[in-house]
Nanobody, 125 residues
Framework: QVQLVESGGGLVQAGGSLRLSCLAS????????MGWFRQAPGKEREFVAT????????YYADSVKGRFTISRDNAKNTLYLQMNSLKPEDTAVYYC??????????????????WGQGTQVTVSS
């Protein structure tokens, strides 16, 4: 099992940047594919980005492609999400998640086994 704790959220103006972190504890971090999801008020939780076990492969939602970058440091048991050119529509609670799956890409919620508690990101216009 793995425990996940997000940090780095906050209030930022449109066009600004934030970097989210997700610290993992428990079983070996590099064993898991990792992902970021977000949930805006009144909306379903949606996929943002995912990264493979060694960080060699990444996938992004079309809405964040070119603006967000997912990365991981397995030596520090930490997942990151660098968010640039933020827009008001990026406002949401952001969650990191860990997946034990070996045969999927990691684009859907059901592929993930462990979740953090979330961190709020608010982008003002």
């Amino acid at each position: 099992q793995v425990q996940l704790v997000e940090s780095g959220g906050g209030l930022v103006q449109a066009g600004g940047s934030l970097r989210l972190s997700c610290l993992a504890s428990g079983r070996s971090f590099s064993f898991y594919r990792m992902g970021w999801f977000r949930q805006a008020p009144g909306k379903e939780r949606e996929f943002v980005a995912t990264i493979s076990w060694l960080g060699s492969r990444t996938y992004y939602a079309d809405s964040v492609k070119g603006r967000f970058t997912i990365s991981r440091d397995n030596a520090k048991n930490t997942l990151y999400l660098q968010m640039n050119s933020l827009k008001p529509e990026d406002t949401a609670v952001y969650y990191c998640a860990a997946s034990k799956q070996r045969t999927t890409i990691g684009l859907t919620l059901t592929e993930y086994d462990y979740w953090g508690q979330g961190t709020q990101v608010t982008v003002s216009s």
